[in-house]
């Protein structure tokens, strides 16, 4: 009996760690149909975005000291063509655990902070893959950033610093908690029409949507 009683546990903890573990995926998207071409170089212009637990999580600019980062369903990130994913490994980290690691990450990237040369979307996921399973994404997938940072005072202002002057709403989910955030992308009052800068978090159909994740917020000790 003692013997079954021990089997019927340790099948109950195989169960809740293959419950608890996922795939980390790297998805890749072109920003230029030119990507075609200079693939297979090994250069090209690039987003990708991290799938864990069935969402994938980008960083994208707006104008405001908020969280940039965002989770949309995988593969399907809006203004971007899709392109191939990258199997980083496998991690052991329950979905509400998670949950809390991205709430922290997104405290650090917040959307003013975006810069396309040192701080971009594929920056996020490399530190992303870093902390979940002490890998790097493949050096193709930003090698054009680091290309850029050499001569950055050569390139355009509107291509160093690539904005997208929309202010993020949080609404709460489903299950009434506040660690994110359904978004409706609201046109900040201040964007003049003249200065149109690319869209990096705009679907072109606005089919898709966006769930910005809304930052831990730092606990207030009591002195």
Known sequence: MGTAKVSDSSSRDQIAR???????????YDLT????YTYWFGLGIYHSGIEVHGKEY???????PISGVFEVEPRSCPGFIYRCSISLGRINMPSSEFRTFIEDVASEYHG???HLISKNCNHFTDDMAHRLTGKSIPGWVNRMARLGSLCSCLLPESLQVTTVKELPEYHDIEDGTDSASTSTPRVSPEVDDTDQEKHLLSSKDGSSEIAFIREAQASCKMP
């Open 58 to 64: 980008g960083f994208g600019a707006h104008d405001f």
């Open 33 to 36: 149909p030119y990507n075609n």
């Open 18 to 28: 293959n419950h608890n573990e996922t795939d980390v995926v790297l998805n890749v």
């Open 112 to 114: 003013d902070t975006y």
